[in-house]
């Protein structure tokens, strides 16, 4: 059986070309399953501010991996990887189509490649984020630069998180940090990609309207709830773009003004990133939704 893949930037409109897919794959007379890899919509509650489609807008198709952690949970690729394999097995015993769909450029990878995670450990780990905490990151990046200069630069200065996850793994294996995708051919399974694209221009305009959609729909009230829900108690959640400056809104250190433009400014610079990520995927020819499904289903019946 072949898995889809819809992946892309932030605004690209991944997820109703997902849904429009497995409509097709409907018509065709099969079953489509949708499996989140979008890093955000794991959590419980953030829902406007990672654009997660409700449950009438899934079109009755059985959605997997959302709404998953609480927000005060961290969320970790290896686990997620797990769980998402897991998922689409499940789909493949049932007769369905698994779609994927998301834009967590690893999270994506980790599904799609052969990942071999590196060892852990979780009190180096600790210490090393203690530093982070009282260094900051550019000194973490000196730190990495001095033993692993290919990594370095990959990561980059800002990426603390990465960072300190790329120090843990040369300190414990004195081994080089794998950056980046595994070969082409460390694909696990047939996949059709299908890279949502949208002209820079057009995509800058969509995201800002869709920043400012956010705040119109109450995502300072959102975040509200999720600081009531734990969301300050743990690491990945209250990074989310939007919900930091939510919340910053909410303690009065910016107006509502300011919290938009800065989710504006983040939101254009995670898209940059998530294009060039996925621009190191195989090129994949873009196909509409009725000659994907048709793709998708020959498989089941071969």
């Not at 900051?136 to 996850?165: F, K, S, T, Y």
């Not at 003004?257 to 990133?273: P, S, V």
């Not at 294009?275 to 499904?293: G, T």
Request: proline share 4%; hydrophobic share 45%.
């Amino acid at each position: 059986m072949t898995l889809i893949a819809v992946v892309g930037a932030t605004g690209t409109g991944k997820t109703a070309r997902s849904l429009d897919i497995a409509d097709a794959v409907v018509r065709l007379g099969a079953a489509a399953e949708i499996v989140n890899c979008d890093a955000m919509q794991l959590y419980r509650g953030m829902d406007i501010g990672t654009a997660k489609a409700s449950a009438d807008e899934r079109r009755g198709h059985p959605h997997h991996l959302l709404d998953v952690l609480e927000p005060w949970q961290d969320a970790a690729v290896p686990a997620y990887r797990d769980a998402a394999l897991d998922a689409i097995a499940g789909i493949e015993a049932r007769g369905g189509v698994p779609i994927l769909v998301g834009g967590s450029g690893l999270y994506a990878s980790s599904v799609l490649y052969d990942f071999a995670f590196p060892a852990t450990d979780a009190a180096l780990r600790s210490t090393l984020e203690a530093e982070l905490d009282a260094l900051g990151a550019a000194a973490m990046h000196e730190r990495l630069l001095a033993v692993d200069p290919a990594a370095a630069a990959a990561i980059g200065p800002h990426n603390g998180r990465r960072l300190v996850r790329a120090l843990e793994a040369v300190t414990l294996t004195g081994e080089p940090f794998r950056v980046g995708l595994p070969p082409e051919e460390a694909l696990v399974r047939p996949t059709f990609i299908q890279h949502e694209r949208v002209d820079r221009a057009a995509l800058v305009a969509r995201l800002d309207a869709r920043v400012a959609t956010m705040w119109e729909r109450g995502i300072v009230d959102e975040a509200r709830e999720l600081r009531a829900a734990g969301i300050e108690r743990g690491t990945t959640a209250q990074q989310a773009i939007g919900y930091r400056q939510a919340l910053d809104q909410l303690d009065g250190r910016i107006d509502e003004a300011e919290a938009i433009a800065r989710t504006q400014a983040l939101t254009r610079r995670y898209a940059r990133r998530q294009v060039s990520w996925f621009q190191r995927y195989p090129a994949a020819p873009a196909l509409d939704a009725d000659a994907l499904a048709q793709r998708a289903v020959a498989t089941l019946e071969a």
